[in-house]
């Protein structure tokens, strides 16, 4: 099998990869039955050479190779017809922005594979970028809350070489007493967070001594869902049921505002879901939340001041509760500073690359070219090479013709 590294076509560029350097090298050693091939790319955090100098064979086209690889969506002038590709296409919830690309992958009879739908029979996913987007993101937040109250200054991530020089800059923050932080979400996002907040002088608490305790320390609570949604009816809170019809409940984190500096959230959230955060809760003369870092970024739904998303290249905009609309100048007294950057794993494109190539060698690489007991490929193909819809994808039918 031949496998090959597309170069990322995006604007604005991705300089993250499928597979790093040294990570190919290992492939061609363990699998000698698969050759790698990279495109060549002078915008990649790996550069060319660093590809040469670990024997990997550099390429100005792809159309040699079984399976195409990379990370964000493949721009549709980049698609060769009758291949196989495995990348983010964000399709799979009928995204209207994507929809030529779906529709231009049936026509060219293309495989796709998408990264986000790779899960194992528990129907757990088993690769992505989440992990970064938390360690990033809640970097990201306790940056903000630092330039927000003029307490300290931390070099922006995407300005840092790497995780451990991001690690000696949270030495820099310093937290008043009597700050206080909620995080929701777990899974690889939530987990990513945790290892910052690890590493801060601020200690976790459960959810009910948070509402109910005064400390003289920083503390944070992470918030099972149960915390902070509840049954319409007044009935028990049942996960299962929560996830299946979460038309059902209502929101409950309302009683955190009070207590709340900064709120952190990590979570996949249902567009049938009740809202987490209204306007009317960010108005009320109750609410102390003054730092939203919104890694979840849901665009102004379940988090009201999520007005948009923001760039890496200015990571922070204001919300003004009274009116409901952004601030430019996020530093004045009663407005929230949201950070919402939609892309932060880029900020640390090394690593990043890295954690996610591993998960792949480890998680998909085995399926890709030997036995997959569990159709962990098949179950991620959205098209076949005979143009068609893959069975379990046929209801995006009517999105591709442009029904819906």
């Known amino acids: 099998m031949n496998i090959g590294i597309i170069r990322e076509g995006k604007v604005p560029p991705d300089f993250r990869v499928a597979l790093t350097p040294k990570q190919c090298k290992h492939i061609q050693e363990t699998y000698p039955e698969v050759r790698i091939s990279v495109q060549k790319s002078d915008i990649r955090t790996y550069s060319d050479e660093e590809y040469a100098n670990e ?11 079984d399976l195409i690889i990379g990370v964000k969506e493949v721009n549709l002038e980049d698609l060769i017809a009758n291949k196989s590709y495995m990348f983010f296409s964000h399709t799979f919830k009928k995204q209207s922005y994507n929809r030529t690309l779906l529709q231009d992958i049936l026509k060219k009879k293309i495989k796709l594979i998408d990264y986000e739908v790779i899960k194992n029979k528990k129907n757990v996913r088993l690769i992505g970028f989440g992990r970064y987007a938390g360690i990033v993101g809640c970097y990201n937040g306790f940056r903000t809350y630092g330039l927000k109250h003029s307490l300290f200054v931390l070099k922006p991530a995407n300005q840092c070489a790497d995780r451990k020089e991001v690690e000696r800059e949270l030495k820099k923050v310093k937290l008043p007493n009597d700050f206080r932080l909620v995080l ?5 996002v939530g987990h990513g967070a945790r290892e910052i907040t690890s590493l801060l002088p601020i200690r976790e608490v459960k959810s009910d001594e948070y509402l109910n305790t005064s400390y003289d320390e920083p503390v944070f609570t992470h918030l099972e869902v149960e915390d902070y949604f509840e049954k319409s009816d007044g009935g028990e809170f049942i996960r299962k049921e929560f996830y299946n019809q979460p038309e059902l409940f209502k929101q409950g984190f309302q009683k955190y505002i009070p207590y709340t500096d900064m709120y952190i959230p990590c979570h996949y959230w249902n567009s049938n879901s009740p809202k987490i955060i209204t306007k009317d809760d960010l108005a009320s003369a109750k609410n102390r939340i003054s730092v939203i870092a919104d890694i979840s970024c849901d665009i102004a739904d379940p988090i009201a001041s999520t007005l948009r998303p923001s760039k890496v290249a200015n990571p922070i905009y204001g919300y003004n509760p009274v009116n409901s609309e952004e601030e430019s100048d996020y530093r004045k007294k009663g407005i929230i500073a949201v950070m919402a950057v939609d892309n932060l794993p880029c900020e640390l494109p090394k690593d ?3 954690d996610f190539g591993n998960e792949l060698i480890k ?9 997959d007991p ?8 959205q098209t ?5 819809l893959m069975p379990a994808f046929s ?5 591709v013709e442009g029904k819906e």
């Open 55 to 65: 024997g990997i064979e550099l390429v100005d086209t792809l159309d040699h190779c």
């Open 184 to 188: 929701t979400g777990f899974g690889r």
């Open 352 to 354: 990043a690359s890295e």
């Open 363 to 371: 998680h998909v690489l085995p399926a890709l070219i030997g036995d």
């Open 374 to 381: 569990d159709r962990i490929i098949e179950r991620a193909s």
């Open 384 to 388: 076949n090479l005979d143009g068609e």
């Open 395 to 399: 209801y995006l039918k009517d999105y």
